[in-house]
């Protein structure tokens, strides 16, 4: 026990954010963890993620990790909020009675924070159970939109990375248009569907994979997508490679097998280690970094709910997702650095040059 509390108190340590909140649910077992990562350019945003993790120390890992992809998700997105997040470290998947319980319990931890850290969906958590926290506290975004949120943010997600994708062939390409491109996409849920949809749209050639098979046999009939199988992704010939499931696709292992000049999805966290962002660029291809592509559903969130947006205003920000990925990309190659690097530096910046 020592040596774990001690090891989980080295990343702290070894973590550049501000505060780690951390709460023991004696009831069911669960460890709760908010990490406030940056509060220097507003509140600390950034949904609430439920899961089974093998230790509490592996907990702490992913919420440091995930806080600080905020801060720089909110930074490069120009929002006026900072990073956080929060993890539920729970024995098992909560249902029913038990899974109100523990969420009541855990918005009342969250109130405590005054606004301080401002949740929202994440793995495993949905508009539904946004409802069920702001029961108890008002710093929940994505509740139904029945019960005073802004409904689904996969749709937004979705555009701005469609806007991702054309500035990206506009940069490696030569054209933003997608007529006769071939995309494919990987995960057809929430905010994959949706993308394939708009691809279709504009004349794409859109392939697909997904572990279930019948979400991309739904998409085939609807769009005429061709279904690629799982584990054929990395070495499908393509324009654009789109990743929109897991995380840490992109690899020592699968980055030599890719057989497309750009890559730009949806996915958190595409990058198995920070060296792949190296390989990407060694190899000649064009990557848009996941945490600048996939902000429109930040966006949707804190611009709906927190900064009072309409539609056009929204829909104006998920469109400049496009413009500073090719702002990135004009600096990458400026300063000889991969895309990732400048997406960094200029959040950084953004971050460095806020008045306190
Ligand atoms: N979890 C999503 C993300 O990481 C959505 C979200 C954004 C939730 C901002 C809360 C606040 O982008």
Known sequence: ??????????????????????????????????????????????????????SPTEAVRDVLRLAEGMTLK?????????????????????????RRA??????????????????????????????????????????????????????DTARGVWHGIRASC??????????????????????????????????????????AAERVRELERRYGVVPVEPDDVPGTVCDVYAPCATGAVLSAA?????????????????????EDAERLRAAGILYAPDFV????????????EMLGWDAATLSARVAGIGATLTEIYHHADEWGTTTEEAAETIARARLGSATA
């Open 102 to 155: 523990l969420l009541l319990r855990y918005g009342r931890l969250i109130d405590t924070l005054r606004g301080t850290y401002r949740t929202g969906p994440d793995m495993n958590t949905s508009a539904v159970d946004m409802d069920v926290l702001g029961e108890v506290t008002p710093y929940a975004f994505g509740r139904s939109p029945g019960n005073g949120g802004s409904g689904s943010s996969a749709p």
């Open 293 to 304: 592509i996939n902000s429109g559903g930040a966006l949707h969130l804190i611009g709906t």
């Open 74 to 98: 909110c930074a490069a997105a120009g929002l006026p909020t900072g990073g956080g997040k929060a993890v539920l470290a729970v024995p098992a998947m909560p249902t029913g009675a038990d």
């Open 170 to 211: 506009a940069h490696a390409l030569g054209s933003p248009d997608l007529a006769g491109r071939t995309v494919l996409v990987q995960g057809a849920g929430g905010v994959g569907s949706v993308l394939v949809g708009l691809l279709a749209r504009d004349g794409a050639k859109v392939l697909v994979a997904d572990l």
């Open 1 to 54: 026990m020592t040596s774990s509390i001690d090891s989980a108190l080295g990343l702290v340590a070894d973590w550049s954010g501000e505060a780690l909140v951390s709460h023991h649910d004696r009831e069911t077992r669960t460890w709760m963890f908010v990490g406030i990562h940056s509060t220097r350019l507003g509140p600390a945003c950034g949904g609430t993620r439920l899961r089974v993790y093998s």
């Open 254 to 274: 699968t980055i030599p097998a890719l057989r497309c000049p750009v890559v730009a999805g949806a996915a958190n966290n595409q990058l198995a280690e920070p």
